[in-house]
């Protein structure tokens, strides 16, 4: 019978459903209802035994009216916008969290001067997590939660005349709960509240529309924030800006790594690359003549230092003896075709074409990858080789 009139309520307000199932919440003892999935071949309907057994037919039929409140107002496909929401806002916290330390000097003194251990550190990462997770779900889901349920109370409008089998029901779940009506939760108004709430639209309906509203503005309002923090997020990842801006940052932390440590050679070096992808070839040239002072056999650091005097657009920085110092050390330490390359380059720049086109050659020889491009470094010098000897001719 119960069944029947909630099928019969349902056909109603044209909500399609897979199936209505017990719900075995608290063994069944709690008086409510639920709906379970955003589309018609995965959606339920579920009810406990004490909903069935200690409400009326009317008081049935209203909570249902609820359920079907959700389903129509569509707050299921709300809470997944809501969580893709946490997301983004997590994401771009943490990176704004991680730039701030790094650009406010004071804090990066506190955590400096604290002496925060790696473990330390990744223990106050996780607390700002877990703040950002409370934070967002106890104030911020937490209040979409308390007004989509107020919402779904006042649907029974448009399925009944009135809300008074509805508002029985709440205080029967007061007396066999056994808890004050007056106690609010995070994710629903109290029983006292939602009561009240219901005998104003008895009164006047006006608040109905009154409250739907506010949901819209509070909508639009979220969705303005989640746009403005996710553009912010896309701005520091995605963007050209945003990659320099991340550049900026991990060259400041690797500079201030630096002070801690100044004899090491490694971040020198780390730092003239930065340096080099952003094109300030005089500084890389400097970074890693100060890395080279401190760690002289440093093939990578050698090999690049060597390419950019040989190949550098600005001919006030070209050295193209030192670039064949460098590239000869560096070949002497290790013998990879990327190094040997480097090497023919600097003999190239310095007009020594034969040796150029003799080292490019045994490039190619010994590489097992990137044949093409070696293949047309070599075709390059040759040609130089070949023009140098018919100018001596003529």
Not at 48 to 58: C, E, M, V
Not at 124 to 139: E, K, N, P
Not at 272 to 288: C, L, R, S, V, W
Request: with cysteine; net charge positive; aromatic share 14%.
């Amino acid at each position: 019978w119960e069944r029947r009139r909630i099928e019969a309520l349902c056909q109603r307000a044209g909500l399609e459903y897979a199936d209505i199932l017990y719900w075995p919440i608290f063994e069944g003892r709690m008086i409510t209802a639920g709906v379970m999935g955003l589309i018609r071949r995965f959606r339920y309907i579920l009810v406990t035994k004490a909903l069935l057994t200690h409400l009326s037919i009317d008081e049935i039929e209203a909570v249902i009216a609820h359920e079907i409140g959700h389903v129509k107002k569509r707050h299921l496909l709300f809470y997944l916008f809501f969580f893709i929401g946490y997301m983004l806002l997590s994401y771009t916290v943490f990176d704004l969290a991680v730039y701030g330390l790094m650009y406010i000097e004071p804090l990066y003194r506190m955590v400096n001067v604290a002496g925060f251990s790696q473990t330390a550190f990744s223990a106050w990462v996780s607390i700002v997590i877990i703040l950002i997770f409370l934070i967002y779900f106890r104030f911020i889901f937490g209040y979409f939660m308390r007004n989509f349920e107020r919402q779904a109370d006042t649907y029974i409008y448009n399925l009944f005349d009135n809300a008074v089998p509805l508002i029985s029901t709440f205080e029967k779940i007061t007396l066999t709960s056994g808890q004050s009506p007056d106690k609010p939760n995070w994710h629903h108004f109290s029983i006292t509240e939602r009561v009240d709430y219901l005998k104003k639209c008895e009164t006047d309906r006006g608040w109905i529309d009154r409250h739907d509203k506010k949901i819209r503005k509070s909508i639009a309002v979220y969705l303005a924030g989640i746009l403005l923090i996710g553009g912010v997020g896309f701005h520091l990842n995605f963007t050209e800006s945003g990659r320099k801006f991340n550049s900026r940052l991990l060259e400041k932390i690797v500079v201030r790594e630096i002070e801690k440590n100044p004899k090491n050679a490694r971040l020198y070096g780390v730092l003239g690359d930065m340096y080099y992808t952003q094109k300030n070839y005089k500084k890389t040239m400097e970074t890693y003549e100060k890395s080279l002072e401190l760690e002289p056999d440093n093939p990578h650091v050698l090999n690049n230092l060597a390419w950019l005097y040989a190949t550098v657009e600005n001919k006030k920085l070209r050295d193209s003896e030192r670039a064949v110092e460098l590239a000869q050390r560096a070949a002497a330490i290790l013998q990879a075709p990327y190094i040997l390359d480097t090497l023919a380059e600097s003999y190239y720049a310095n007009k020594d074409y034969e040796k150029a086109a003799s080292v490019s050659k045994k490039a190619i020889e010994i590489a097992t990858r990137d044949r093409a491009y070696y293949e047309s470094q070599f075709k390059k010098f040759m040609r130089a080789v070949i023009e140098a000897d018919r100018s001596i001719k003529i």
